[in-house]
């Protein structure tokens, strides 16, 4: 079965840190950019952070910059989000999601958009973070 599977989301206090691994299974990541995305109870999903092939590109929201990092692991086919420094209002849902259209990796890292055409969408992970 293709599928991106997300992990390591939990509670965690304000000023805490997490680590969400985005794994895929069923096909290599090596061709893919991936993006992370969040959605918070009534509020659209927005882009967190993607991540280029080749790993050598990244784009960040203004939101999470500074305390952010993607990354990638192509031999253990998975992403990763490393976040530090939580705030209360990072508490959402975090999705991963891939793409392998040249076109729309450049769009996808250019403008943190959820609406392009991804390939592979994971169920998301929760985060909460606790003032």
């Known amino acids: 079965q293709l599928q991106l599977v997300e992990s390591g989301g939990g509670l965690v206090q304000s000023g805490g840190s997490l680590r969400l691994s985005c794994a895929a299974s069923?096909?290599?990541?090596?061709?893919?950019?991936i993006g992370w995305f969040r959605q918070a109870p009534g509020k659209e999903r927005e882009g967190v952070s993607c991540?280029?092939?080749?790993?050598?590109?990244?784009n960040y929201a203004d939101s999470v910059k500074g305390r952010f990092t993607i990354s990638r692991d192509n031999a253990k086919n998975t992403v990763y989000l490393q976040m530090n420094s939580l705030k209360p209002e990072d508490t959402a849902i975090y999705y991963c999601?891939?793409?392998?259209?040249?076109?729309?990796?450049?769009?996808?890292?250019?403008?943190?958009?959820?609406?392009?055409?991804?390939?592979?969408w994971g169920q998301g992970t929760q985060v909460t973070v606790s003032s």
């Open positions: 999601a891939a793409v392998r259209s040249a076109v729309q990796q450049l769009r996808l890292c250019g403008t943190l958009s959820p609406s392009g055409k991804y390939d592979y």
């Open positions: 069923g096909f290599t990541l090596d061709y893919y950019a």
């Open positions: 991540i280029s092939r080749s790993g050598a590109s990244t």
